[in-house]
């Protein structure tokens, strides 16, 4: 079946940096665009990051332009989020998801937390 598993958040410092990563499994992971989605509590789900099939294609939020990097390995069948100079606006629970035509997929979410 279909899965996409998110590991690597935690809890971080302002100013410091995690990686996130998802791995996909149950599709064809290089035929599906593929998105870093965020909720923060009592806010609305907001796209993060969005990286093409072939990750030649990056579009990012404003809010993480300069400090965010998508990027994929269509090889491992993972996307990654690599997020640097971390702010406490960033603390949420980040998804994974995996979107061709119709197609809709979510992973379960993990959560960071940036604080001092």
């Known amino acids: 079946q279909v899965q996409l598993v998110e590991s690597g958040g935690g809890l971080v410092q302002p100013g410091g940096s995690l990686r996130l990563s998802c791995a996909a499994s149950?599709?064809?992971?290089?035929?599906?665009?593929m998105n870093w989605y965020r909720q923060a509590p009592g806010k609305e789900r907001e796209l993060v990051a969005s990286?093409?099939?072939?990750?030649?294609?990056?579009n990012y939020a404003d809010s993480v332009k300069g400090r965010f990097t998508i990027s994929r390995d269509n090889a491992k069948n993972t996307v990654y989020l690599q997020m640097n100079s971390l702010k406490f606006a960033d603390t949420a629970v980040y998804y994974c998801?995996?979107?061709?035509?119709?197609?809709?997929?979510w992973g379960q979410g993990t959560q960071v937390t940036v604080s001092s």
């Open positions: 990286i093409s099939t072939a990750g030649s294609i990056t």
């Open positions: 998801n995996a979107r061709w035509g119709f197609s809709n997929y």
């Open positions: 149950g599709f064809t992971f290089s035929n599906y665009a």
